[in-house]
Antibody
Framework: EVQLVESGGGLVQPGGSLRLSCAAS????????MSWVRQAPGKGLEWVSV???????YYADSVKGRFTISRDNSKNTLYLQMNSLRAEDTAVYYC??????????????WGQGTLVTVSS | SSELTQDPAVSVALGQTVRITCQGD??????ASWYQQKPGQAPVLVIY???NRPSGIPDRFSGSSSGNTASLTITGAQAEDEADYYC????????????FGGGTKLTVL
């Protein structure tokens, strides 16, 4: 069964750091595009970052320079290192496998999400 | 970067047909994908590509595209279709970014 399980969320003070993990089963993380998507309380979905199978990484302007996406092939796990956290980073963070071609992209499956709360 | 615009809320009578739209310049170059999200749950892919449904998604869900507008149509809406729906596409600026629409809350009356 293809599955993603996030962990690592919690309460952190503004300016602090947190690392999220996304453990995959049923497929190989390094052979796929993998993305992080977040959802602030009561708000819509916001794409955060993607790592390509070749290793290239890209970020939304709102997190560029503060967040780093990576993966550990031996653990088949995706990560999101979040530094200099702000109140506006408070959200449920989802990881998702992404399919992408020259004319479309889609996310499937999604993990269950992990809540990050940035507050003093 | 690109933006995708959705109506915040749409309602449909039980058993009737409803169309949820998504507008944006990126849709002139890329197909949209669509996601259903129910309260407290993760999003679920319902439509991708030109008009493809993942396994397990009922055939009452369909997708279409014209110009800068993508549409998700539910033919014969059921009570369990009440949810938030989001569109997504690649950003058309060539910067490898992705973008989501603001979401549409579908109410089945």
């Amino acid at each position: 069964e293809v599955q993603l399980v996030e962990s690592g969320g919690g309460l952190v003070q503004p300016g602090g750091s947190l690392r999220l993990s996304c453990a995959a089963s049923g497929f190989t993380v390094s052979s796929n595009y993998m993305s992080w998507v977040r959802q602030a309380p009561g708000k819509g979905l916001e794409w955060v970052s993607v790592i390509y199978s070749g290793g290239s990484t890209y970020y939304a302007d709102s997190v560029k320079g503060r967040f780093t996406i990576s993966r550990d092939n031996s653990k088949n796990t995706l990560y999101l290192q979040m530094n200099s956290l702000r109140a506006e980073d408070t959200a449920v963070y989802y990881c998702a496998r992404e399919y992408s071609s020259s004319w479309d992209n889609w996310f499937d499956p999604w993990g269950q999400g992990t809540l990050v709360t940035v507050s003093s | 970067s690109s933006e995708l615009t959705q109506d915040p809320a749409v309602s449909v009578a039980l058993g009737q047909t409803v169309r949820i739209t998504c507008q944006g310049d990126s849709l002139r170059s890329y197909y949209a994908s669509w996601y259903q999200q129910k309260p407290g749950q993760a999003p679920v892919l319902v439509i991708y590509g030109k008009n493809n449904r993942p396994s397990g998604i009922p055939d009452r869900f369909s997708g279409s595209s014209s110009g800068n507008t993508a549409s998700l149509t539910i033919t014969g809406a059921q009570a369990e279709d009440e949810a938030d729906y989001y569109c997504n596409s690649r950003d058309s600026s060539g910067n490898h970014l992705r973008v989501f629409g603001g979401g549409t809350k579908l109410t089945v009356l």
